[in-house]
């Protein structure tokens, strides 16, 4: 518990009006530095979670939160997928599991080629199909019926081959013969849409046909057969395809969307650290100008230091009067950052809204980007440790002049008074 003498003093010096101009513009210089250092820093931090959110929502549009598959090198006869699916749904926080084949493939429209992925969907099939229904914006997903040797190419694959419903497209699929010889296809698909979801992954290189038709091309489809899972919560993946893997057959694996799109994670990980490092400098700053500030009302306070001391105070609390004065202003900056930093961080779409209105200009250009608001997403456990990390910061850099005033000698103080 605080001794009263320490706290009362302390909090005397900081509602004091200090004589001295300089050091009074030096005590609200740090506090305007910890609050604009930790309100940066919620707000930047929180951009960066609605942008990663973004990210992860156009990510999961054309894919699912886990997909099952047989391992590479097995030598096992192809699976029973129908069974499989059966023991997926069965498993806990599955909402549906829906077959899927996906091969590389050659579009081919004179005088375009272009690689790229031809995926086989059940459109009838519960899974993710109801997400990329969303995404199509030319067609309909009903269209992909078995046998009719229709596709949906991505808005990026339909600007470089030029196509538009109505037109037809040839597919080159390499496959192999019995002996193991290359053994290319040709198969003519008509456009039946397009989809768009503005993710250069998907928009440039996929191509969505019915499942049978797929099926058709290959001559031993079951073993290129996989599942696409989606649980009950997408940030659970990892955990969830843990508890499913056991389950599945000898020969399959399971691998959830966080470990396909791990390196997007990680880049966006390691953009959000160095930022917040970088940020973190200016509390630090503010740190210095607490310590100056601090340094400065010891010498001026020589005299108080010498009457507490020659009344019988102890160098210990001397110490804590100011380590209490430094702590409440560099504080209440940090509480003043928080929640300054909450409220804009949680407003800035309509923020950056009301600044581009004010100045006439656009933060996300619609014709450049595809993101056209600011996105922003507040994480308690990262104001948390915004919060802890000022408050050390600041506390540390209190206790220097703190210790100094400690060791103030009071015959010294007095004498030169």
Not at 24 to 36: A, E, G, N, P, R
Request: glycine share 6%; charged share 15%; with cysteine.
């Amino acid at each position: 518990m605080l001794n009263s003498l320490p706290l009362f003093v302390g909090l005397r010096y900081v509602r004091a009006r200090s004589h001295k101009f300089f050091v009074s513009f030096i005590t609200w210089v740090s506090l305007l530095c910890v609050c604009l250092g930790v309100t940066a820093l919620i707000v930047v931090l929180s951009v960066m979670n609605g942008l990663e959110g973004e990210l992860r929502e156009r990510l999961l549009a054309l894919s699912a939160h886990a997909r099952v598959f047989v391992s590479p090198g097995a030598t096992a006869a192809a699976p029973d997928w129908r069974g499989v699916a059966e023991t997926v749904r069965a498993a806990p926080n599955v909402r549906g599991a829906s077959p899927f084949l996906e091969i590389e493939a050659l579009a081919v429209r004179k005088p375009e080629m272009l690689p790229v992925r031809l995926r086989g969907i059940d459109p009838d099939h519960e899974g993710d199909v109801a997400r990329i229904a969303t995404a199509v914006v030319e067609g309909h997903l009903s269209d992909l019926t078995p046998g009719s040797d229709r596709v949906i190419v991505g808005r990026t694959i339909a600007q470089m081959l030029a196509v538009a419903p109505g037109d037809h497209i040839t597919l080159l699929i390499p496959t192999t013969d019995a002996d193991g010889s290359p053994q290319p296809r040709l198969r003519e698909f008509e456009v039946a849409g397009v989809f768009d979801v503005a993710l250069q992954d998907y928009d440039g290189v996929l191509i969505l046909a019915a499942l049978a038709d797929v099926r058709a091309v290959l001559p031993n489809p079951d073993l290129r057969m996989s599942l696409h899972v989606n649980f009950a919560d997408a940030l659970g993946a990892p955990g969830y395809a843990a508890t499913l893997a056991p389950l599945l057959p000898a020969g399959l694996e399971v691998r959830d969307w966080t470990q396909d799109h791990a390196s997007y994670f990680r880049a966006i990980r390691i953009e959000k650290t160095m930022v917040a490092l970088i940020l973190m400098l200016i509390v630090a700053v503010a740190a210095f100008y607490l310590v100056a500030m601090l340094a400065m009302v010891v010498t001026d306070k020589r005299m108080d230091i010498a009457i507490l001391r020659t009344l019988g105070a102890s160098p210990r609390r001397v110490m804590a009067i100011f380590l209490i004065q430094g702590s409440v202003i560099a504080w209440f900056g940090v509480a003043l950052g928080v929640l300054l930093g909450t409220v804009v961080g949680h407003n800035a779409g309509a923020v950056a809204a009301f600044l581009e209105r004010l100045f006439s200009f656009q933060i996300f250009n619609s014709e450049v980007y595809v993101i056209t608001r600011l996105p922003s997403e507040l994480q308690l456990d990262q104001i948390l440790w915004i919060a802890g990390i000022a408050m050390t910061i600041t506390l540390l850099a209190t206790l220097y002049p703190a210790y100094r005033a400690s060791q103030v000698p009071p015959a010294d103080a007095l004498r030169y008074e």
